[in-house]
């Protein structure tokens, strides 16, 4: 009695196969990762790091917040604007 179960005969047949679906997994998952996300220079990044600008900006915390007292939370902006300032020049 002989094995008809496969007519072919190719040893690549399965190996084909195998590689074939190992290499259609990491497609699909660079795909995937392209996908999912959005580069820098899109549109729709450059509004969403504007507002998150603009929200930093205007959420600057309070000495409360900071546990610190109003004299050393004065002097702590007092020393951040003259290192901006200093860094301009």
């Known amino acids: 009695?002989?094995?008809?179960?496969s007519p072919e005969k190719s040893p690549w047949g399965w190996k084909a196969l195998i590689?074939?679906?190992i290499l259609g997994a990491f497609f699909m998952g660079f795909?995937?990762?392209a996908i999912?996300?959005?580069?820098?220079?899109?549109p729709?990044?450059?509004?969403?790091?504007?507002q998150q600008a603009a929200t930093s900006?205007?959420?600057?915390p309070t000495?409360?917040?900071?546990?610190?007292t109003e004299a050393e939370h004065a002097a702590m902006a007092e020393a951040e604007k003259s290192a901006e300032?200093?860094?301009?020049?």
């Open 1 to 5: 009695m002989t094995d008809h179960s």
């Open 19 to 21: 590689i074939a679906c």
């Open 31 to 33: 795909f995937y990762l």
């Open 36 to 42: 999912s996300n959005e580069p820098d220079y899109m």
């Open 44 to 50: 729709s990044q450059k509004q969403k790091q504007a």
């Open 57 to 60: 900006a205007a959420s600057e």
């Open 63 to 68: 000495a409360a917040e900071m546990n610190m």
């Open 85 to 89: 300032h200093g860094a301009g020049h």
